[in-house]
């Protein structure tokens, strides 16, 4: 699938997500390759790690300016630049903190932002751990047959991982 960007928001996250690794990048080309998936050998101090990313994955994400974040994937792309060359991003929204727990299941709730309020394109290399994280909608009474998605509040599942 092939997208042509002409948003600002999308571009001056790209040109960011860019510097990020030290790249100055006029961004001429305005398209972008779009995937399922992605593939990736992720170097470690001990292990070279094989990681697979899909589309609404949650993943811990590790940015400079958050620390160690959430946040869903909504996009895997690659993008040309203009040494030629493709470089591989992911294009997420954010899950924010809202530091208070939910009041009968005790997990922490987070907010899901699909706005431009914090950075949505990053390298895909700042996925740090592909170990997926479990969220699930805090549902309220609208949530019938699908999830009323207008409410945007989301449950950590903390105690998804802990065996019995
Ligand atoms: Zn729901």
């Given at each position: 699938m092939n997208i042509s960007f002409d948003t600002?928001?999308?571009q001056t996250d790209l040109s960011l997500a860019y510097e990020s690794f030290g790249y100055q990048a006029s961004l001429n080309n305005k398209t972008c390759n779009f995937y399922k998936c992605a593939s990736y050998?992720?170097?470690t101090q001990n292990?070279?790690?094989?990681c697979h990313l899909n589309i609404d994955d949650v993943v811990?994400?590790?940015v400079a300016d958050y620390g160690e974040s959430y946040a869903i994937i909504k996009g895997i792309f690659k993008h040309?630049?203009?040494d030629g060359y493709f470089y591989p991003f992911i294009y997420v929204d954010w899950?924010?903190?809202a530091y208070k727990n939910h009041n009968k299941l005790d997990c922490p709730i987070f907010?899901?932002?699909?706005?431009?309020?914090?950075?949505?394109?990053?390298?895909l290399t700042v996925v740090d751990k592909v170990r997926k994280v479990h969220f699930v909608h805090d549902c309220n009474t609208r949530c019938k047959e699908n999830h009323n998605l207008e409410n945007k509040h989301y449950l950590k599942n903390?105690?998804?991982?802990?065996?019995?």
């Amino acid at each position: 699938m092939n997208i042509s960007f002409d948003t600002s928001l999308f571009q001056t996250d790209l040109s960011l997500a860019y510097e990020s690794f030290g790249y100055q990048a006029s961004l001429n080309n305005k398209t972008c390759n779009f995937y399922k998936c992605a593939s990736y050998i992720q170097n470690t101090q001990n292990a070279k790690i094989q990681c697979h990313l899909n589309i609404d994955d949650v993943v811990t994400i590790q940015v400079a300016d958050y620390g160690e974040s959430y946040a869903i994937i909504k996009g895997i792309f690659k993008h040309k630049s203009n040494d030629g060359y493709f470089y591989p991003f992911i294009y997420v929204d954010w899950f924010e903190n809202a530091y208070k727990n939910h009041n009968k299941l005790d997990c922490p709730i987070f907010i899901l932002r699909h706005d431009g309020f914090y950075r949505k394109i990053f390298p895909l290399t700042v996925v740090d751990k592909v170990r997926k994280v479990h969220f699930v909608h805090d549902c309220n009474t609208r949530c019938k047959e699908n999830h009323n998605l207008e409410n945007k509040h989301y449950l950590k599942n903390d105690f998804f991982f802990k065996a019995i």
